[in-house]
């Protein structure tokens, strides 16, 4: 196949030519950036979260890498339930519900009220209980990507409750609401956190049509996961570049 770009114009002609290979080439640089992120087809099915709780105890961080928190996450819709209520010797309030992870909660039935289904507006609790195998071999990490949600994020451990990550400040209301959202990946480190522990995160949202957790927390070795935002910051470069070089390329064979 031949690629065969004209012009009338000589000005026009040449500018396209000179543009055409660069184009090209970040086309390239993006793709192959992508592959280098694909997974390995003989990576066995990660676990996934059941009644609330994610089994992690049999997976391979080191031979089969990070695994997303997805499943089904204990929920309380309308109500902030505090870190505090997920420490040893505290029984956790019955859920609500399950809110299955990944998903937005636009469109789902409400919990509580029969009939009802959920807006893009509201706020809730999300909690999900992760086993660890008991002695992993690397230093584990977990971040969280930007979500439809301002959010706080803790870890319970055992008796100590860790917040590990905030954006904006959720509340009950618009009024008590002030957005916030994560510009870039983020990372918390798990070192020295017991195998058994809870993930709290208590979003709301207000003021954008679609709400809910959308993306998943990931957990794994912590090199990884910052090697993993490095390739993802890289990807979004070279896209942002190859949109740019096509609206200066579109400019010039249009005028």
Not at 8 to 31: D, H, T, Y
Not at 44 to 62: C, H, M, Q, Y
Not at 151 to 158: A, C, T, W
Not at 207 to 213: F, S
């Amino acid at each position: 196949m031949t690629l065969e770009i004209r012009s009338n114009c000589p000005v026009q002609q040449r500018f396209s030519k000179s543009f055409a290979p660069v184009v090209m080439g970040l086309w390239a640089l993006l793709i192959a950036a992508m592959m280098s992120g694909c997974a390995d087809s003989n990576r066995p099915t990660p676990p996934v979260a059941k009644n609330g709780v994610i089994d992690l105890r049999s997976w391979d961080f080191e031979k089969h890498g990070a695994v997303p928190l997805s499943g089904d996450w204990h929920f309380w819709w309308e109500e902030f339930v505090p870190p505090a209520a997920f420490v040893s010797g505290v029984t956790p309030p019955e859920p609500q519900g399950l809110y299955p992870v990944p998903k937005l909660w636009n469109g789902m039935e409400h919990p509580t009220k029969e009939g009802e289904v959920l807006s893009g507006e509201g706020y809730a609790t999300f909690a999900i209980r992760v086993l660890l195998p008991p002695d992993p071999q690397r230093e584990l990490g977990i971040y969280y990507r930007s979500n439809y949600l301002t959010q706080r994020n803790y870890l319970v451990d055992g008796g100590l409750v860790h917040g590990i990550l905030e954006a904006g400040q959720p509340g009950p209301d618009s009024s008590s609401f002030k957005p916030g959202f994560y510009s870039f990946l983020s990372v918390s480190s798990l070192i020295a956190v017991p195998s058994t522990f809870w993930l709290i995160t208590q979003g709301a949202n207000y003021g954008h049509p679609r709400g809910g957790l959308a993306r998943p927390p990931v957990i794994g070795i912590e090199s990884w996961l910052e090697a993993e935002i490095s390739t993802e910051r890289i990807r979004d470069a070279i896209l942002i570049g190859i949109l740019l070089i096509m609206g200066l390329y579109h400019l010039g064979v249009n005028n």
